[in-house]
């Protein structure tokens, strides 16, 4: 904690003489936000790394496992030679007992053992002044880093919200600000995590202001703090791990003719009915863990047994995924699918439903992860099998039809519409893939999506808008 001479000292470095510390727009306190989570963010992806490397490609041999790192095609996953690989075997227990001792990891030091990431942190910041304790750092992060390098299907990006958020709500601590002060940089720290995990400064900020709503609705006041913080955080991030967007998608996707937008609209439709399968999924999974009589640990040694005996089948589900992702990018235009056609829309289908199979019970059981990046999954793999599609049945007026630009609007209507951010969405799928081309469909996109989706989000602790948030004391 600071003293009362080192409070000062800190009030005139950030704010300059003259200017009102309380009245500066948090223009200092967010760079000290930034900065922070910044260098935490960056721990944060270094422990990611080791324990990716240590535990599901070192003792799980997922890197062997893998069909899409090896240049099978979909249909080789249910056909696979090394069935009598110890390796696979180990990933049936492996999500499980990194689940565990992630459980009682935060159990034991966090106190926060129902911590879901980006859902605690709207709930810091509706109901408890922006409070979250700074145990959240340390354990979190270590917790979140054994349930998905183990192989749990769970995503880095909700916790690194709650990381982040904690950042923020610490400085305002150590600073002695107002509640309000600690709201806003709250939020500041959670757009700071998201931007530099997810190397989408922009996208991160935006959703420092969206997130906290189900509706269109935006807190307005933490949107210049989430610019600055996210800007200093991603540029620490990027010192360390680079400039270059997380995924890798063809050039030459973009768009230049309008009749697309009528399979784009059927996009939108498929997202839509993959939200509401998510979705129901997940709480009625949850609700079957939380109506268990067991004790909690057991809970989350069930869960991962279910993940791990579907990655034994089908060893890209375990974990981030992400290869998923980009093996819906190069999708018709590699020779890992040279053979495309039903059986690779199948099973991008199939992945589509084992992912959220396998997240629910990751998450609903009480494991640590997000449900943010396999959303992402989810809606890249419902674009890519809906981009095949069309590649194999439209005419030659609507030119040339590249299943990965489906697989980007794909991720981006499903975030626009289960996470209830289609602002974010919007902006995140161009920065992650480096793609600006692709913005108006994706304006389509989440737009339908998110209108016909009203009422769902993955999120219950998301109010439907300001006027029912007891922050702002409407009712």
Known sequence: MFGKIEKSIWKFLLCGPGISFRMGKYFGESILVGLITGFVVVGFRY???????????????????????????????YSNDSL??????????????????????????????????????????????????????????AASVLTVASGGSAGYEGPVTLIGASCGSLVARWLNLSIRARRILMAAGLAAGISALFQAPLAGAIFGAEIFYSSTDLEYETLMP?????????????????????????????????????????????????VRFYISFFRSTEKWFSDLKSPGWTKVVIGGLVTGVIGFFFPDILGTSYSVIQASFTAGESELFEDF???????????????????????????????????????????AAVGLFFAHVLPPSFGVIHPASFALLGMAGFLASA??????????????????????????????????????????????????????GFN
């Open 47 to 77: 422990m990611l790394e080791f324990g990716r490397e240590f535990i599901l490609e070192g003792l799980g041999g997922h890197k062997f496992l893998s069909k899409l790192t090896d240049g099978a095609a979909f249909a080789g996953l």
């Open 84 to 141: 009598l690989d110890p390796h696979r075997w180990l990933l049936v227990v492996l999500p499980a007992i990194g689940a565990l001792l992630g459980y009682l990891l935060i159990k034991k030091f966090a106190s926060v053992e129902h911590a879901r990431g980006t859902g605690s942190a709207i709930t810091a910041y509706h109901q408890r002044g922006g409070y979250i304790t700074g145990a959240v750092i340390p354990i979190k992060s």
């Open 226 to 274: 989430s610019f600055i913080a996210s800007a200093v955080s991603y540029t620490v991030f990027a010192y360390f791990f680079g400039w270059n967007p997380l995924f890798v998608m063809p050039p030459d996707c973009a768009y230049t003719n309008g009749l697309r937008l009528l399979p784009y609209f059927v996009l939108a439709l498929a997202v839509t009915f993959g």
């Open 341 to 383: 056609g039903p059986l690779t829309i199948a099973g991008f289908v199939c992945f589509f439903f084992m992912k959220a199979i396998a997240t629910s019970f990751t998450v609903g059981s009480g494991g640590s992860g997000g449900v943010f990046a396999p959303a992402i999954v989810c809606g890249g793999t419902l674009g």
């Open 419 to 472: 996470i209830r951010i289609p602002i974010t969405a919007i902006v995140i799928v161009a920065e992650i893939s480096g793609n600006h081309s692709l913005l108006l469909p994706a304006m389509w996109v989440c737009g339908i999506s998110f209108w016909l989706n009203s009422g769902w989000s993955l999120y219950r602790s998301q109010p439907h808008s300001r006027e029912s948030s007891p922050v702002h």
